[in-house]
């Protein structure tokens, strides 16, 4: 089992920016990929962003250009750097460890509770 512990959201202004991260309780080698996915109310949760072991990184078109993914090995953390944010990227962000499953898609095996992100206009 691994435990997911996000921190980092909070409310923010238009244009503003966020940093989330994610850490994990320990490193298990069944685990080649960490994700950022998001649910805002009415919609269905969706994957944002992800890096792979290897250091592949996928993101959804809606966030291209304005999020990156990092992870720094050592602290087995993952974090979602978010820069010009709009309102619609309000949601709950869950972090999630998983597997790759295509170049654009990963399998999440593990949650961690949600963080809000709340974006004035």
């Known amino acids: 089992q691994v435990q997911l512990v996000e921190s980092g959201g909070g409310l923010v202004q238009a244009g503003g920016s966020l940093r989330l991260s994610c850490a994990a309780s320990?490193?298990?080698?069944?685990?080649?990929?960490r994700g950022w996915y998001r649910q805002a109310p009415g919609k269905q949760r969706e994957l944002v962003a992800a890096?792979?072991?290897?250091?592949?990184?996928i993101f959804a078109d809606s966030v291209k250009g304005r999020f990156t993914i990092s992870r720094d090995n050592a602290k087995n953390t993952v974090y979602l750097q978010m820069n010009s944010l709009k309102p619609e990227d309000t949601a709950v962000y869950y972090c999630?460890?998983?597997?790759?499953?295509?170049?654009?898609?990963?399998?999440?095996?593990?949650w961690g509770q949600g963080t809000q992100v709340t974006v004035s206009s």
């Open positions: 890096i792979t072991s290897g250091g592949s990184t």
């Open positions: 320990r490193s298990l080698d069944s685990i080649n990929a």
């Open positions: 999630a460890a998983g597997v790759v499953r295509t170049a654009q898609s990963m399998r999440p095996d593990y």
